[in-house]
């Protein structure tokens, strides 16, 4: 009798009781609304980026720092901000057209010849990343007064030159301003206005970096066969000076 009798096997009540996260058959199972609850989803955390949050199903944008400005303000902002990268922007194409009558006044070498106008190039693309980690230290507008001044130091310094040396050195002193002038007027820009209104500010900046390459190689045209080479930096001074005055 004892024998015919099947042993049955304990069910393993431990596993339900203490909730391990095994079912009778031995499978694993997953807490969905355990998960849902500290996973978001792709949507909230877009929203989270953008700075915007849902309120009955509505999505409402943050408030730019623009709003609380009128418009005259915001006028006089955009103005020096324009007037400053018009600056950077016109540095870059005025030397061109006066670089042969420049050679000729120093004597200057082809290597000279050469670096007269990439001096300020290289010296501008090596100064942005620098700008931008003063700017988050000292804050915008000191950043951007002082790359007003040292670029406006560098071009007193290329209008006075006696040397093709010196005026090469102006050259890499005003690539040092002209770098934070063009990078901390996009950055201005970014902080002022929401992602919806930038697109219009940015083109702003656009148009003004299309009219200084436009007139800068009629400028220095003019100014070596009419008056003086020294013009294309001098130039440059009065016009760097005003925007700090508007700021």
Request: proline content about 4%; aromatic content about 6%; overall charge negative.
């Amino acid at each position: 009798m004892a024998a015919d009798e099947e042993e049955i096997p304990p069910s393993n009540t431990n596993d339900l009781s203490t909730g391990s996260g095994h079912s009778e058959s031995g499978h694993a199972f997953v807490d969905r609304n355990h998960m849902s609850g500290e996973v978001p989803t792709s949507e909230e955390s877009s929203d989270k980026e953008l700075g915007e949050k849902k309120d009955g199903g509505e999505v409402k944008q943050a408030p730019s720092q623009a709003e609380k400005m009128s418009k005259t303000t915001i006028a006089a902002i955009m103005f020096s901000l324009c007037m400053a990268l018009f600056l950077a922007a016109l540095d870059v194409t005025i030397i061109t057209t006066a670089l042969p009558t420049i050679a000729i006044h120093f004597k200057a070498s082809a290597a000279d010849y050469t670096w007269i106008g990439s001096a300020y190039i290289v010296a501008c693309a090596g100064a942005v990343p620098v700008w931008g980690k003063v700017s988050d230290i000292f804050g915008r507008k000191p950043a951007l007064l002082l790359a007003n001044a040292i670029f406006c130091g560098g071009s007193l310094v290329s209008a006075v030159s006696v040397s093709v040396k010196m005026l090469i050195a102006g050259r890499v002193i005003q690539g040092i301003g002209g770098g934070g002038l063009i990078i901390l007027v996009n950055i201005c820009i970014s902080d002022l206005f929401s992602m919806r209104e930038r697109g219009k500010y940015l083109g702003i900046v656009g148009a003004t970096w299309a009219i200084a390459s436009a007139i800068g190689p009629l400028l220095g045209g003019v100014f070596s066969e009419k008056v003086s080479w020294r013009w294309c930096c001098k130039l440059l001074v009065p016009e760097d000076i005003l925007p700090k005055f508007t700021d």
